[in-house]
């Protein structure tokens, strides 16, 4: 395996774990059980890149190659041995840490993806058209949190948090045009700097996009 | 692109309009900011689609042809902007309104896409697999709403509308047999107007299927 | 169709009929209209099924053989009429008859479903892969009730019934094994009883996987 596809893999996993742990921590906020925990964080990690590869035509890659999966359970099982063994930990005080990975592990986990779900368009042949590579990495990167939380029965992320579809359209849309010029590698680093520069600035600096507010009759 | 191809192309526009606005005004009511609002519109839009496309083991169109993404883009920005503008359409007074736009656009997209659906496949050569034919039209004309209702966490329109999945599924077996005798263009015709034909009935002379009422224990 | 064909034929509506019934109840208690009911049915019973082929790149079975979907509407009409007519078996006295019969035909569903989904990666030449088998066999055994829950809105049985993923991940394990040493067949129905064994024991002697007990927030 040469040096360019060991450092793929590399990203690939820390997206992995990333995604895993965020479903996980849905899963234990959810008061699952620990299957429910490891199935929630799976689905989390590899959930965006099945997708994209049953549009793609290709046998999702989380089947051929176990060591996706692998990881998210390690992932997953990591923060429920954690809770587990430290009480204290789950003391409400903590709040703010929790909301704070869970913030940081998702906009990881979209970053990479986002940027992982263009290249694999690209590696597939879809040079030119670069609405259908974006379309890739979009779904790549908001496919599993989706999951996840349309699974645990949460109100979707990518719909209560402010500029997180437009986070990953714009660092998908960066990274085709980063992959044009220098290549796989700086396609997904921009790509995923991209994503995380923009949700951390809008977490920081509480951009809003406009919204309608409609009288609530429910 | 000759006229036949051509009604087609404007056909399938409508739906991708009527669709897109529905889930635009879907996520409206729910308060997402205005890209929340448009991957509403564009999933609902292309979602059926989508389903269908993957099933018959084809790149979905909506990713070959950005045309209908674009349309479904420009289709669910047109509510968001104008409500935005005229404050006053947000008064409760206008519910209703809102009641019937939404069940208007819901059943033309309903009735054009469950259509689409079953020609897709007829031109994909099931002829003489109407099973097949009509469940493809159904999936393609239910799914997207169901994606749009599951995805904002509302009770899909499926479920509590009544003759909802009924309607979708007399069109499509109407359309088959009108693509036997007539052709394309009649066979999309006619089975939107049954399912339009069915739901308006439905909701105008309250025509309600039976269902069992169970002591409530929730 | 010589005799091995047929029964797993029988295995596979076995399974059909069980999570259609399943589906159906979900229906009723939500109040569901009939045609409401009758989806809700069929796409708890094909839909597992309907992932699996989908990866595996095959039109869904469900699709090619009608036969699946028609014993799925007949399965699913039966609780409804039988309902109907009987209006005493509504009264809150039957709630546990309803959990008990709800949870027999789940976990039939799963248990039969887990199997055949490994026994159709089996067929599709991955002898080796004993990790894409299982994970064939658990999507397929989850798919359907989990479509069925995110549909209906209800919890996902998958993340609050205790050791169901569990039980699924082990009889998909134990199903591969069998399949190596004694063909189809055995395969099928030692993976589904070792299923049934483990969800009726959790159920019976109340195991309980661990779980964190998080401050509850919301």
Chains 1, 2, 3 share one sequence.
């Not at 989380?62 to 954690?82: C, R, T």
């Not at 906009?107 to 670069?130: E, K, P, R």
């Amino acid at each position: 395996m040469d040096l360019q596809t060991l450092i793929v893999l590399i990203i690939e996993l820390i997206g992995t774990i990333a995604f895993s742990i965020s479903g996980a921590m849905v899963g234990i906020r959810r008061k699952m059980d620990i299957f429910g925990v490891l199935v929630l964080g799976v689905v989390t990690a590899v959930g965006g890149g099945m997708m994209r590869d049953v549009i793609l035509g290709k046998t999702p890659s989380a089947f051929v190659k176990p060591i996706y999966v692998e990881v998210a359970v390690i992932s997953a099982l990591a923060p429920f041995l954690l809770l587990s063994i430290n009480k204290r930990l789950m003391h409400s005080k903590y709040q703010t840490l929790y909301a704070g990975l869970m913030f940081l592990m998702d906009s990881v986990g979209l970053g990479i993806f986002t940027a992982v779900g263009v290249s694999t368009g690209w590696t597939a042949g879809y040079h030119d058209n670069m609405f259908f590579l974006s379309f890739l990495g979009v779904l790549t990167g908001v496919g599993g949190g989706l999951l996840r939380d349309v699974m645990a029965g949460v109100p979707p992320y990518i719909f209560v948090k402010h500029v997180y579809a437009c986070a990953s359209i714009a660092g998908a849309i960066c990274c085709v045009l980063a992959y044009r010029s220098w290549g796989q590698i700086p396609a997904l680093v921009i790509g995923t700097i991209v994503v995380l520069v923009i949700r951390i600035g809008a977490a920081h600096y509480r951009w809003n996009l406009p919204c309608v507010k409609l009288e609530d009759e429910e």
